[in-house]
């Protein structure tokens, strides 16, 4: 059983941030708007335009990205929670 | 005795989530802006673009959807409750 | 004497719902954004777009229709009440 | 002398709505977004639309019209109140 | 010295209202959104449109104009406070 | 060393107002919504408009202009204060 | 390991302002809506308008930034902080 998202919207599986490391992104402590981390598990098939056509996304699955920390809606899926945000709230993609 | 939505609305019958499957969607109980479950029972003709066209909605009748908790307005339809909430608010659709 | 709606707008006629009947529309009789019914007596030449056409409403007149409840302004029309509204606020179309 | 209202604008003389006649449309009396009505007495050459073109305005010169309370502003011409209000805030026109 | 507007901008010199003249525009002296009157001293080259086109102002140097009483800017030019307003905020042109 | 503001953002050195001068410009002591104005330093490359083109700016280096008092966001170059501001704030250009 | 920001947003390394350095861009120290300061580490592949295309940014990795001070997001990567923002939020680009 999965999650199929709709138009700009991608199914997220957060990632606990390692904050010890130094050489890996570190989200810092203090509260406020700060960034997250996760996989992407799956993808919408685009975002609506106003002239009617379908722009797919800039992300793909497996993608692991960053993206604000109240972005989107959790759920849980096969008893592990998941993120359904829009692309518009993934501040980027994290490469090696 | 049914409703046809207009437009980009549809109506959705709520379906209980199943809490304590393991393997199933389990929605938290926790407040907020907790998602939803149900089943489209009719679909709107589409959205209206601004250029004039009309888009066909992406979900269909018999699709089981995740919504969020507090979208669309609750109807009565037969003795029973049913929700009419725009695609919009529909976060994916859950596949089997 | 009657109102011929402007642009997007629909003259409706509201209908007291059948509460107590187990097979009709029930509107649940707590507060908030509740849907109310209610019949289209007349209809708007279409909604104004961007581009400049004009799109002719979905609904017509003799549909009977939920709407919001706090949609739209009521007028008084040969002394019986009529709801002037915008065909967005109607939720869909009630067929038999 | 007289106002000639630009664009999207109408000039309308308010009529005092006949409160006690069961046939006319009579205003209620609570307080809240009640409708209004009046004489179109100029419209202005149209909406300006975001393609650059100029829709010609629905209502006419000398319709009856229903428009909400507080839509508008009031100004005196000849000593005499008239309403600068918008077609979009025209409910509808008023037909015998 | 004076202020060439930009875009849909227009600067007006205000005019005291005849208040007492029976046969002209008389503004109320009641608080609130009351319009005003004054004399068109220059206008902008046109309204930027989001097609990239530019639409000239309807309003001339010379009008007679209406405005919302609190609309633009007050600046003083030459020792005269002039208003600078966007065509959009004015209500209609005074003709006789 | 000097700013290059993107799109449509002017780079404004504000100009001590000539207070006393009866011909030149005075802006008003009151509190509120007032104008200033200053000389355009720099402007940027244009307002990227929704169909993807680049509109040229009106302002020009040197044009001496009018804009709303908290428009824009101060910094300072070579230990002078600028004002970086969007042409939409500007008010006008001030000609001699 | 580093971060490809999607669309219209950057990265950007703060640097710290030499607010002592007379001849440098040198940020005030009062409360507020102060700009900041630092170097593009990485762009976006551009901002997607509404009809479909994608727009390059302007700003380019290597870039000395000027942004709003409450622009963006803050991330840590590889045990140093790093500002995402939109383009949008740049105030102009500091040449030498």
Redesign the interface.
């Known amino acids: ?7 700009d ?1 991608v ?1 997220i599986k957060r990632i606990e941030a390692e904050r010890t490391t ?7 402590d203090s509260a406020g ?3 997250d981390q996760g996989e992407v598990l ?1 993808v ?2 685009g ?7 379908v ?1 797919p996304l ?2 793909k699955v497996g993608d692991r990205v ?1 993206f ?1 920390k109240y972005a989107g ?7 592990e ?1 998941v993120l ?1 945000a829009r ?1 518009e709230d ?7």
Chains 1, 2, 3, 4, 5, 6, 7 share one sequence.
């Open positions: 059983m999965s999650i199929r998202p709709l138009h919207r199914i130094a050489s890996g992104i570190v989200i810092p708007e700060k960034p799956a919408g098939n975002k609506i335009l106003e002239n009617g056509s722009r800039d992300v960053l604000g809606q959790t759920v849980k899926v096969n008893g929670e359904v692309e993934i501040l980027g993609v994290i490469e090696k």
